[in-house]
């Protein structure tokens, strides 16, 4: 694989979320992208049970257990700011078991879906987000396959991203300032999700509280 | 023999039945004629001598006619040789009725005279360019062969050991190039490079000329199923089969036949330009992109970086 970049779009003044990924989608094929399939990444979230909190200080951590279609014999585990582990497919199974110390917080299930393009070395994730019934945001993937240093490509990722994004282009993903000179893996991709995620979880309970 | 000749639709049988029938046919008109040159033998009366030579005259026209029609009905059972047209088993193709709808024929011996043609020019341009330095390899022959007698041949037959310091010297020369060398088919070696965390390279070469060169990713597989490099599948990337498109043209620019280690070194002096494949825009547009593709070209004497189309 090569470097990734995930960013959120935000939906477009008067526009639906189907709307939006449509014109999105549109560009993108006015570009010369091809379409190739389908694409699915998801996120379980998981919270420390509470008899193992307690012992002094220590807080409960969140655990996100999350699938990408891209790596369908894996599932990757990740603590926020914390490490990563990738894992068989099974891990999920393992998960039930060892529900006495980590609880499935099963509302809070958040995944995104949709189309898969191809444009030259480029690969193009449009995704709806959603969290339980309802679609909370829009995901863009883009991928440069040929390289594995992050920071080596970042510019070039910028200017395709900008090609069809225009100023909701994203800044430098955090992931890539940790990285220096080290390869570029999948983990890094799922951080990114996990990342946006949790930004389109916290949008959200802004409107549920507040007044519209 | 000749069978060996004859296409096995012919009837070998009937074939030789009407060689026999040909012989038959001879004989009996050479009677016809015997008889006319003979003319009137000695008899008695007149009439008798008419009478003879009528009789003998009419009978072996009757033969003549007869092996005629014995011929006539064994040439239907011989079937067609095919070896009497100057194509061979092509030629048959003029025997095509609706020459409109498959003119074959005519295309085909268009396509002869342009062969023949194209052979008399490449003969041509082959002797001018035998006159030229631009070579890679000593195999040519002519007019400067001869000027230069014996000083390429040696490049070819450089010791193996004499390769592998060339080679270790440029390796250390470069330290974001690491090279590999392998000797996996006898003597001649094939060189792995690794570019930094860019790119892989894989060398063919033969003595110190490089023949060939295929660029992949620095992720990509290098080596085929039982280990050896593979030296045949291009990369999956449209960038890295640019830049082995260009790679090959470097080959045909690097060129010094008396100084093959010089052109080596070039040769992956040039390569290592590569190293900011992802992160140098193009000299000319200022971008990073064109069609999706970042600026593959470098120019063989500044190592800029240009788009393919924005070179010259
Ligand atoms: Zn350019």
Redesign the interface.
């Known amino acids: 694989?090569?470097v990734t970049c995930v960013a959120q779009v935000p939906v477009a003044e008067g526009k639906s979320v189907q709307q939006t990924v449509e014109l999105l989608t549109r560009k993108l094929e006015l570009l010369?992208a091809e379409k190739q399939g389908t694409f699915c990444v998801d996120c379980e979230t998981y919270h420390t049970a509470a008899s193992t909190i307690g012992s002094q200080g220590q807080t409960g951590k969140l655990m996100y257990v999350m699938h990408n279609s891209e790596y369908p014999l894996s599932c990757f585990a990740l603590f926020e700011n914390g490490p990563c582990l990738i894992a068989d497919a099974n891990f999920d199974i393992l998960m039930v078991k060892l529900k006495g110390f980590f609880q499935n917080a099963k509302a809070n299930k958040i995944e995104s879906r949709g189309t898969r393009y191809q444009?030259?070395?480029?690969l193009v994730k449009v995704g709806t987000v959603t969290m339980g019934p309802s679609a909370r945001g829009i995901s863009v993937e883009v991928e440069?396959?040929?390289?594995?240093?992050a920071n080596?490509?970042w510019?070039?990722l910028m200017?395709?991203m900008q090609?069809f994004m225009g100023s909701h282009a994203p800044g430098v993903p955090s992931v890539f300032g940790t990285k220096h000179?080290s390869?570029y893996g999948p983990a890094d991709t799922m951080v990114q999700y996990m990342e946006l995620f949790n930004k389109i979880r916290k949008q959200q309970q802004v409107p549920v509280a507040g007044i519209r | 023999m000749a069978e060996g000749v004859l296409s096995p639709g012919v009837n070998l049988e009937a074939f030789s039945q009407a060689i026999a029938a040909i012989q038959a046919l001879r004989s009996s008109v050479t009677r016809v004629f015997d008889c006319l040159k003979d003319g009137m033998r000695n008899k008695e009366t007149l009439e008798g001598r008419e009478k003879g030579f009528v009789a003998a005259f009419q009978e072996s026209l009757h033969s003549v006619s007869r092996d005629l029609g014995e011929l006539e009905r064994l040439s239907n059972l011989v079937g067609k040789p095919s070896e009497n047209h100057p194509l061979h088993n092509s030629g048959l193709l003029s025997l095509d009725p609706v020459q409109d709808k498959t003119p074959l024929y005519s295309q085909l011996l268009q396509a002869y005279k342009w062969s023949n043609k194209l052979q008399y020019h490449a003969g041509l341009a082959s002797g001018l360019l035998n006159q030229q330095s631009l070579k890679r390899s000593a195999n040519q022959m002519g007019v400067s062969a001869k000027r230069r007698p014996k000083a390429q041949p040696t490049t070819l037959v450089l010791p193996p050991q004499y390769v592998d310091d060339v080679i270790s010297r440029i390796d250390r020369m470069f330290p974001e190039m690491s090279i590999q060398l392998s000797r996996p088919n006898g003597t001649s070696a094939m060189l792995l490079v690794t570019l930094g965390k860019v790119l892989k390279v894989i060398v063919v070469m033969r003595s110190l000329f490089i023949d060939r060169t295929i660029v992949k990713g620095y992720n990509e597989n290098v080596h085929t199923e039982d280990g050896k490099l593979d030296i045949w599948s291009k990369s999956n990337y449209q960038v890295f089969q640019k830049v082995t498109d260009h790679a090959t043209t470097a080959l045909l620019h690097y060129q010094l036949p008396q100084m093959p280690d010089v052109v080596v070194r070039s040769f992956m002096t040039w390569l290592r330009s590569y190293i900011k494949l992802f992160q140098a825009p193009c000299q000319r547009c200022g971008k990073f992109l064109q069609d999706g593709l970042p600026p593959t070209w470098r120019d063989f004497r500044t190592l800029e970086a240009f788009h393919d189309t924005c070179r010259q």
């Open positions: 694989m090569g010369g444009y030259c070395d480029f440069y396959g040929p390289c594995v240093i080596d490509c510019n070039l200017e395709f090609s000179d390869v």
